[in-house]
């Protein structure tokens, strides 16, 4: 199928605010009622710096502490960026799974002739934008319509297309850092181009030779 022109997808919602289903590693700390809630990194939690966080740390901040176990996944009593990362991926699968969901419940809506099909017409009326401007490229058969396979194997094109921006984005990000380009993050690059993450170096550099290597690095999605 030709590339998707645009493609959108469920927003995942930045990791600075607390999900209601589960405590991200990027959550808001209590704050006074005036003030905007001041937002706490999962890696800062890490207070011994040794690359982990335990329950006890985890207790630091409530909303962790309480779904401590879920992003403890090998259940070893401590929490990884290795485990951090896994739990972003879970969650950015599901949402590319609801955008699926999504497209295919606007189809079944938009098919006012309830033929199974959607013409050029009624995408038009249903005022779905990414359709119409991609109607031929998801007409696979180029009947004049898009049945709901075609609008299927398009949702999830889209969906896997906004999956991979997200990992080329992380890659641009790192080459970006990488100033001396020898394919890792010495602390000092990892500090200058993510300041904010700095304090939890140790958190990322997981094998702790001192620097963060492609596989070891990733930031909340929203950045």
Same mark, same amino acid.
């Given at each position: 199928?030709?590339?998707?022109?645009? *493609?959108t997808m469920s927003p995942i919602r930045p990791l600075f605010v607390l999900l209601a289903a589960c405590a991200f590693p990027l959550?808001?700390?209590?704050?006074?009622?005036?003030?905007? *809630?001041? &937002?706490?990194?999962?890696?800062?939690? /890490?207070?011994?710096?040794?690359g982990k966080i335990t329950a006890q740390e985890a207790a630091a901040v409530p909303a962790i502490?309480?779904?401590?176990?879920?992003?403890?996944?090998?259940? /070893?009593?401590? #929490? $990884?960026?290795?485990?951090?990362?896994?739990?972003?991926?879970?969650? &950015?699968? %599901?949402?590319?799974? %609801?955008?699926?969901?999504?497209? &295919?419940?606007?189809? $079944?809506?938009? /098919? $006012?002739?309830?033929?199974?099909?959607?013409?050029?017409?009624?995408?038009?009326?249903?005022?779905?934008?990414?359709?119409?401007?991609?109607?031929?490229? #998801?007409?696979?058969?180029? @009947?004049?319509?898009?049945?709901?396979?075609?609008?299927?194997?398009?949702?999830?094109?889209?969906?896997?297309?906004?999956?991979?921006?997200? %990992?080329?984005?992380?890659?641009?990000?790192?080459?970006?850092? @990488?100033?001396?380009? @020898?394919?890792?993050?010495?602390?000092?690059?990892? $500090?200058?181009?993510? *300041?904010?993450?700095? *304090?939890?170096?140790?958190?990322?550099?997981?094998?702790? /030779?001192?620097?963060?290597? #492609?596989?070891?690095?990733?930031?909340?999605?929203? #950045?």
């Amino acid at each position: 199928m030709n590339r998707i022109a645009r *493609p959108t997808m469920s927003p995942i919602r930045p990791l600075f605010v607390l999900l209601a289903a589960c405590a991200f590693p990027l959550v808001a700390a209590a704050a006074p009622a005036a003030k905007a *809630p001041a &937002m706490v990194w999962i890696g800062d939690l /890490d207070a011994n710096h040794d690359g982990k966080i335990t329950a006890q740390e985890a207790a630091a901040v409530p909303a962790i502490a309480k779904n401590f176990a879920a992003i403890d996944a090998n259940h /070893d009593g401590a #929490i $990884t960026m290795s485990e951090v990362k896994a739990m972003w991926r879970a969650e &950015m699968m %599901g949402a590319a799974q %609801g955008s699926v969901q999504g497209r &295919m419940a606007a189809f $079944t809506k938009a /098919d $006012t002739s309830k033929d199974g099909k959607l013409s050029e017409a009624e995408a038009k009326a249903a005022n779905m934008a990414v359709v119409v401007a991609n109607f031929k490229a #998801i007409d696979a058969n180029h @009947d004049g319509s898009i049945d709901k396979d075609e609008m299927q194997k398009a949702a999830m094109a889209m969906a896997q297309q906004g999956l991979a921006a997200r %990992g080329q984005h992380m890659q641009q990000l790192f080459a970006k850092a @990488d100033t001396n380009k @020898d394919g890792k993050l010495s602390q000092a690059e990892f $500090t200058a181009a993510f *300041p904010k993450f700095a *304090p939890s170096f140790a958190f990322f550099d997981e094998n702790h /030779d001192g620097s963060v290597v #492609i596989a070891e690095f990733g930031l909340p999605p929203g #950045i």
